[in-house]
């Protein structure tokens, strides 16, 4: 896979998630898939993300910066949404909150083996500070 | 730069923070660097290191990825240090917490020109729980 096949391929991985397309997450992410030093496999992985946006009715991935050095991307997502109830352990209870992921991605045979991954849950506080 | 030379780069960078050898920062800092979003300039950046070291006595960065694509560099930074008093707006207080960084690079003339950051906060909180 060149640079730039490895651009499209998070390209089309990121509009996957966005359109909740979890039929086709399998062409994107290993069976064996580790995110967070859990081994969460497939299923998990899209059990995670379900979960997400069952918190997140209208969360959307943003790619705002990508860096590709096959087999590793790193990608910082912007988040730009209104989760319902608790967010991350937060009372965000439907509020809008604007927040990063910085996310590795090491790939395996084409697909996203391992994720190491950190949101910027100080930056919700912060915007729940300003929004009472 | 070739790919190598930036590693070389970065390692070299990572190596003048671990000695504290901040009469050097400006050989690997721009002089208007920007950090997250912040226009610090190379004292700013000093200072903050500084203060971060002022924090954290026996602060080391140790690098455990890093992905390269020039003029991007990304890595993935781990610590396992015992900050002094409060740290983050924890009550660390001298306990030993280890958590990770994923900071985003972009250089310019040869130099780090800007910086995404995101720290992992909650790993240290959870250090804390665990460690009364």
Same mark, same amino acid.
């Given at each position: 896979?060149?640079?730039? @096949?490895?651009?499209?391929? $998070?390209?089309? $991985?990121?509009?996957?998630?966005? @359109?909740?397309?979890?039929?086709?997450?399998?062409?994107?992410?290993?069976?064996?898939?580790?995110?967070?030093?859990?081994?969460?496999?497939?299923?998990? $992985?899209? @059990?995670?993300?379900?979960?997400?946006?069952?918190?997140?009715?209208?969360?959307?991935?943003?790619?705002?910066?990508?860096?590709?050095?096959?087999?590793?991307?790193?990608?910082?997502?912007?988040?730009?949404?209104?989760?319902?109830?608790?967010?991350?352990?937060?009372?965000?209870?439907?509020?809008?909150?604007?927040?990063?992921?910085?996310?590795? $991605?090491?790939?395996?045979?084409?697909?996203?083996?391992?994720?190491?991954?950190?949101?910027?849950?100080?930056?919700?506080?912060?915007?729940?500070?300003?929004?009472?």
């Amino acid at each position: 896979m060149s640079e730039d @096949a490895g651009r499209t391929f $998070y390209g089309r $991985y990121i509009d996957c998630l966005n @359109a909740r397309d979890w039929g086709r997450l399998g062409l994107f992410v290993d069976p064996e898939v580790v995110h967070n030093g859990r081994p969460l496999g497939l299923a998990g $992985y899209r @059990a995670m993300l379900e979960q997400n946006v069952a918190d997140i009715p209208d969360l959307r991935f943003e790619v705002v910066r990508l860096v590709v050095a096959l087999p590793d991307l790193v990608s910082r997502l912007r988040f730009d949404c209104r989760p319902c109830g608790q967010f991350l352990g937060l009372p965000v209870n439907g509020r809008r909150v604007i927040f990063h992921e910085h996310a590795f $991605y090491r790939l395996r045979d084409g697909k996203i083996g391992q994720v190491w991954s950190i949101l910027d849950k100080d930056a919700i506080k912060a915007t729940l500070r300003t929004s009472p």
